[in-house]
């Protein structure tokens, strides 16, 4: 049976996942959760999230930029890979992106992975001035972003004229540590235009992890990567996934009522859809009825599960019960 690898989101007040904590504080949270996954071996990567304005709403809240994160990361950790699920491609210029990726590349000895995607929050890319471009042209920027990165990372030099980038021996120097770049994780589940680029360029995919709509993905994955020749078993495939779990149901009901009452410090009107949404989650139980829902997606091909735990940085249990009871069980 195939082994199922673990990754870590980190809190980065995105997801109102700061509230409360003072300013002056959030490294050392944000830090703290990175070296507790660091000096572990349940979780083989840390990932943030790349958004500027909080949701459910953009109410203020912190929300921390991602690559700064990752460079900070790649800093005071030794072990874990680093992600972002995932970067939106035209935030920033994809050569840039490539130099700024490669930067922390070598800072962290070879660990950065590179999540990557179209972008889909409206409100903070035209409050940031970047406009808001049709589903279409957003997907187009990722197809020639994804393209500059290769020749950036393999050649040190990269020359291309798209429709929306263009770069003339825009270079590159040093490489990255890992040869062609860190690896590509195409994040989406356009099933006519994102997974086709995924088909042609991703080492992994990031879409729905429901056990439903990950199998329908998995199939329009696998055709695409058929019309262009290429093996799926060379795509490693992921799923995000808010956990809620506890020792026993009662538990777990005690925490998605915390997690309400968390969130209506902050969006009190939203806090009620917020914790039920949690609760419909696939991966909430008991660590026995976790481990049953993960080895089922197991089976469908899932490989990687990036975990999410709303309340990590005021309380590490949770992480704690799923890395020594849910974590060895799928391995």
């Given amino acids: 049976m195939r ?9 980065q007040g995105w ?3 700061l509230t409360g904590i003072d300013a002056s504080q959030h490294w050392a949270v944000m830090s703290g959760l990175a070296r507790y ?4 071996d349940a979780f083989e990567s840390i990932w943030v999230y790349d958004h500027f ?3 459910p709403e953009p109410n203020g809240e912190a929300t921390h930029e991602a690559w700064s994160l990752i460079n900070a990361f790649a800093a005071s950790t030794s072990r ?3 992600g972002q699920m995932c970067t939106c491609m035209a935030y920033r210029n994809p050569a840039y992106l490539a130099k700024v990726a490669t930067t922390a590349d070598v800072i962290s000895g070879g660990r950065v992975e590179m999540g990557i995607g179209a972008g889909w929050y409206e409100h903070e890319w035209r409050a940031y001035g970047y406009g808001f471009p049709s589903a279409g042209e957003r997907i187009a920027m990722l197809d020639e972003g994804v393209q500059i990165f290769k020749q950036m990372w393999t050649n040190g030099v990269a020359t291309f004229a798209g429709r929306h980038y263009q770069v003339d021996g825009a270079q ?3 490489l990255p540590l890992q040869v062609d770049g860190p690896p590509l994780w195409i994040a989406g589940g356009g099933e006519r235009k994102t997974l086709r680029i995924a088909a042609e360029h991703a080492q992994y995919t990031n879409f729905d992890g429901s056990p439903e709509g990950f199998a329908h993905k998995s199939q329009v994955l696998a055709e695409h990567c058929a019309a262009i020749g290429r093996d799926p078993a060379e795509i490693t495939r992921s799923a995000n996934y808010n956990v809620v779990i506890g020792e026993t149901e009662a538990d777990v009901d005690d925490k998605v009522a915390w997690l309400e009452e968390h969130y209506a410090l902050t969006v009190p009107d939203k806090a009620p859809g917020l914790a039920e949404d949690l609760r419909k989650g696939p991966l909430v139980g008991t660590p026995e009825q976790v481990v049953e829902k993960l080895t089922a997606l197991r089976e469908l091909g899932l490989g990687y599960a990036i ?3 709303a309340d990590a940085a005021y309380d590490r249990s949770s992480i704690e019960l799923f890395a020594d009871q849910v974590v060895p069980a799928l391995r």
Avoid: W
Wanted: aromatic residues 14%.
């Fill in 15 to 17: 997801r109102q996942d």
């Fill in 172 to 174: 590159l120097s040093p």
């Fill in 307 to 309: 975990t999410y735990f």
């Fill in 3 to 11: 082994r199922m690898r673990f990754g870590l989101f980190i809190p």
């Fill in 53 to 55: 304005h909080a949701v």
């Fill in 80 to 82: 874990v890979r680093l």
């Fill in 37 to 40: 996954a660091d000096e572990g």
